[in-house]
């Protein structure tokens, strides 16, 4: 009744007010410096913690892994002839019979320790980390009172949200969730199909029972197939649902897995998250994240896929080492290949959020466990040149830099393959730190730094981190010219540290 009470109210005051049909003034926000109006939402300025964190892990989990069938679970079960269909079919029954909503009382998280998880993701290296908040699915992993389909309620019986959120606290990590409800309404608009053919053929699936429309969400209209709905009604749904979220656990991270969702209820829930933020801390350290551009209102999110120079506002690359959920037998990313993208990424003035791939029972595989240990095993040589690092004035040169392969959803791909003599920079207290992404055959070229280079500087040291051997240098007109060390770590990636006179 509260849900329904909040809806109908809601689409009222959006319909009902003649002066304000489209601005409707009357959704409650946290007030503050901030207001809905995009012209304010634009004096936001990204917080340093951000700037300087650089490195994101990610728990991108929830009911969709426990068939091990990969990404996007609760909508394919639903699409006649897909491979996750004949799975469903096989394995559970007829999607008419056996649902999504059976799905969700199969995840118990059995094997999931928060603490233990967030003590290894600091330890290699994250500096933030974000939970799931609520996939496409409209399951909910926090103690919602506007949906009763939440893990404390069903599955699990555990606040997800709120002991990613304790974990990480007691580690001195900061804190996110994000929120992939808005494209929820039309994703999910699979349920309330049927087969065209076989046995079942004309047989509603689940989704059309309307006893279950709190989780497959009402019928859309034939008009709302986009990725966000045109709906207004669930555009408030939307908003209530996330406000919650926010005032429950206040995040210093919130991400829409969407552009920016809803314009006008979109920049109210901008100004709730900000304000709250602003009270609890004497400013705004709060940082919102979404794909597309946010308009100077929060920070750009690229999705599988990095920006193709230095931007001058800071961004993020979002990406996972396998599928989003877990599959079984799929192959990861090498900790090597997310060693280069995370300097890709950095020297062009990004943050990397990675989702680490749990089991449906909530632990981590050997195989994850051992990229974790990589990555880690470089941070700990590298990462003052990745932390409260900051742009140099080109971010790379060498042979990869000519025709880079697009990312999924915009910019340059993020894994893709380097050479030796490909380089990236950074700097940090006055010195630079140049990554050769590849190993070279003794001899790494700065041409950046040759004489004769708009970049040079004269060099006055140079060492390479992880390493006490000295290092041999000349700085002649067209590079400067490095003799690498007889001694390689095991990684790919090395890193110099160059100090100027």
Same mark, same amino acid.
């Given at each position: 009744?509260?849900?329904?009470?909040?809806?109908?109210?809601?689409?009222?005051?959006?319909?009902?007010?003649?002066?304000?049909?489209?601005?409707?003034?009357?959704?409650p926000y946290r007030t503050g410096k901030f207001d809905s109006s995009a012209e304010s939402l634009r004096k936001?300025?990204?917080?340093?913690?951000?700037?300087?964190?650089?490195?994101?892990?990610?728990?991108?989990?929830?009911?969709?892994?426990?068939?091990?069938?990969?990404?996007?679970?609760?909508?394919?079960?639903?699409? *006649?002839?897909?491979?996750?269909?004949?799975?469903?079919?096989?394995?559970? +029954?007829?999607?008419?019979?056996?649902? =999504?909503?059976?799905?969700?009382?199969?995840?118990?998280?059995?094997?999931?320790?928060?603490? *233990?998880?967030?003590?290894?993701?600091?330890?290699?290296?994250?500096?933030?980390?974000?939970?799931?908040?609520?996939?496409?699915?409209?399951?909910? &992993?926090?103690?919602?009172?506007?949906?009763?389909?939440?893990?404390?309620?069903?599955?699990?019986?555990?606040?997800?949200?709120?002991?990613?959120?304790?974990?990480?606290?007691?580690?001195?990590?900061?804190?996110?969730?994000?929120?992939?409800?808005?494209?929820?309404?039309?994703?999910?608009?699979?349920?309330?199909?049927?087969?065209?053919?076989?046995?079942?053929?004309?047989?509603?699936?689940?989704?059309?029972?309307?006893? =279950? @429309?709190?989780?497959?969400?009402?019928?859309?209209?034939k008009s709302d197939t986009g990725w966000l709905t045109t709906n207004p009604a669930w555009q408030v749904d939307?908003?209530?649902?996330?406000?919650? &979220?926010?005032?429950?656990?206040?995040?210093?991270?919130?991400?829409?897995? $969407?552009?920016?969702?809803?314009?006008?209820?979109?920049?109210?829930?901008?100004?709730?998250?900000?304000?709250?933020?602003?009270?609890?801390?004497?400013?705004?350290?709060?940082?919102?994240?979404?794909?597309?551009?946010?308009?100077?209102?929060?920070?750009?999110?690229?999705?599988?896929?990095?920006?193709?120079?230095?931007?001058?506002?800071?961004?993020?690359?979002?990406?996972?080492?396998?599928?989003? =959920?877990?599959?079984? +037998?799929?192959?990861?990313?090498?900790?090597?290949?997310?060693?280069?993208?995370?300097?890709?990424?950095?020297?062009?003035? +990004?943050?990397?959020?990675?989702?680490?791939?749990?089991?449906?029972?909530?632990?981590? *595989?050997?195989?994850?466990?051992?990229?974790?240990?990589?990555?880690?095993?470089?941070?700990?040589?590298?990462?003052?040149?990745?932390?409260?690092?900051?742009?140099?004035?080109?971010?790379?040169?060498?042979? $990869?830099?000519?025709?880079?392969?697009?990312?999924?959803?915009?910019?340059?791909?993020?894994?893709?393959?380097?050479?030796?003599?490909?380089?990236?920079?950074?700097?940090?207290?006055?010195?630079?730190?140049?990554?050769?992404? *590849?190993?070279?055959?003794?001899? &790494? @070229?700065?041409?950046?730094?040759?004489?004769?280079?708009?970049?040079?500087?004269?060099?006055? $040291?140079?060492?390479?981190l992880g390493s006490k051997e000295k290092v041999r240098w000349t700085q002649g007109a067209d590079s400067l010219?490095?003799?690498?060390?007889?001694?390689?770590? $095991?990684?790919?990636?090395?890193?110099?540290?160059?100090?100027?006179?």
């Open positions: 009744m509260k849900k329904l009470f909040l809806l109908v109210t809601a689409f009222c005051l959006l319909y009902a007010c003649p002066l304000l049909p489209a601005q409707n003034e009357s959704l936001y300025q990204v917080p340093e913690w951000f700037r300087d964190a650089k490195f994101g892990i990610w728990s991108h989990w929830g009911p969709q892994a426990v068939p091990r069938e990969g990404d996007w679970y609760a909508k394919n079960m639903y699409v *006649e002839g897909s491979r996750q269909y004949k799975y469903h079919v096989a394995t559970y +029954g007829h999607p008419s019979e056996f649902g =999504y909503k059976d799905i969700v009382d199969l995840w118990k998280a059995e094997r999931w320790d928060p603490e *233990e998880l967030m003590k290894l993701y600091k330890r290699v290296g994250a500096k933030y980390f974000v939970s799931m908040g609520t996939h496409h699915d409209n399951f909910f &992993l926090w103690d919602s009172k506007l949906n009763k389909w939440n893990s404390v309620n069903k599955g699990p019986q555990k606040d997800v949200v709120g002991l990613w959120q304790q974990a990480a606290k007691k580690e001195g990590l900061y804190f996110g969730v994000s929120e992939h409800l808005g494209a929820s309404y039309t994703w999910f608009q699979t349920a309330h199909m049927a087969d065209t053919s076989g046995a079942y053929a004309g047989v509603p699936y689940d989704g059309n029972d309307p006893v =279950y @429309s709190d989780l497959y969400h009402e019928r859309a209209d939307w908003y209530y649902k996330i406000k919650e &979220l926010v005032d429950m656990y206040h995040p210093d991270l919130l991400y829409s897995d $969407s552009g920016f969702p809803f314009d006008y209820v979109g920049r109210c829930q901008l100004a709730n998250l900000y304000n709250s933020s602003a009270d609890l801390n004497g400013n705004t350290q709060a940082v919102y994240t979404c794909k597309h551009n946010p308009l100077g209102m929060g920070v750009l999110d690229v999705e599988r896929g990095a920006v193709e120079g230095i931007s001058e506002d800071p961004w993020q690359t979002d990406t996972s080492i396998g599928d989003w =959920y877990y599959r079984r +037998g799929q192959r990861y990313m090498s900790s090597d290949q997310v060693i280069q993208m995370l300097i890709d990424v950095v020297s062009k003035n +990004g943050n990397l959020l990675l989702n680490i791939v749990q089991t449906p029972e909530g632990d981590l *595989e050997d195989d994850v466990l051992d990229i974790l240990e990589g990555i880690g095993r470089w941070i700990d040589d590298n990462g003052e040149a990745i932390y409260g690092s900051r742009p140099w004035k080109i971010y790379g040169e060498g042979p $990869s830099m000519e025709n880079q392969a697009r990312g999924t959803f915009g910019g340059v791909r993020d894994v893709r393959p380097y050479q030796p003599g490909d380089l990236r920079f950074t700097t940090r207290d006055g010195k630079l730190f140049v990554f050769c992404m *590849e190993p070279t055959d003794g001899k &790494l @070229s700065v041409k950046a730094l040759g004489k004769s280079s708009p970049y040079y500087q004269q060099v006055s $040291s140079i060492r390479m010219e490095i003799t690498s060390p007889s001694f390689h770590p $095991s990684y790919a990636a090395t890193v110099y540290e160059i100090q100027f006179k």
